[in-house]
């Protein structure tokens, strides 16, 4: 499967940016999906997860009650949907597709994904 990440941007704090993730080459309903980010200097880290048919998500902490995940199965696409962005929020963002774990929310670590997207870059002013 081949992903492809859109959505990145500059904006100010306070607003809000919804990240698409669009799948090709395979249906996106075999994949537990998930994104994660970089910020310069830093590890990649995870954000949040959904499961195959949407039925359960996660969110990192940091990001807790603004950020959300959603899929639409019929466009193969997953989306996140970021609100009251903060300057902390800057990074690349990379989707990424798990095989081994359809359904399994605490799918956070990097290596238990099989595909990954080539990012997109989110820049928040302050």
């Known amino acids: 499967v081949q992903l492809q990440a859109y959505g990145g941007g500059l904006v100010q704090a306070g607003a809000s940016l919804r990240l698409s993730c669009v799948a090709s080459g395979r249906t996106l309903s075999s994949y537990g999906m998930g994104w994660f980010r970089q910020a310069p200097g830093k590890e990649r880290e995870f954000v949040s997860y959904i499961s195959w048919n949407g039925g359960s998500t996660n969110v990192a902490d940091s990001v807790k009650g603004r950020f959300t995940i959603s899929r639409d199965n019929a466009k193969n696409t997953v989306y996140l949907q970021m609100n009251s962005l903060k300057p902390e929020d800057t990074a690349v963002y990379y989707c990424?597709?798990?095989?081994?774990?359809?359904?399994?929310?605490?799918?956070?670590?990097?290596?238990?994904?099989?595909?990954w997207g080539q990012g997109t870059l989110v820049t928040v002013s302050s």
């Open positions: 990424a597709a798990s095989l081994r774990y359809i359904s399994r929310p605490y799918t956070t670590r990097a290596f238990e994904y099989d595909y």
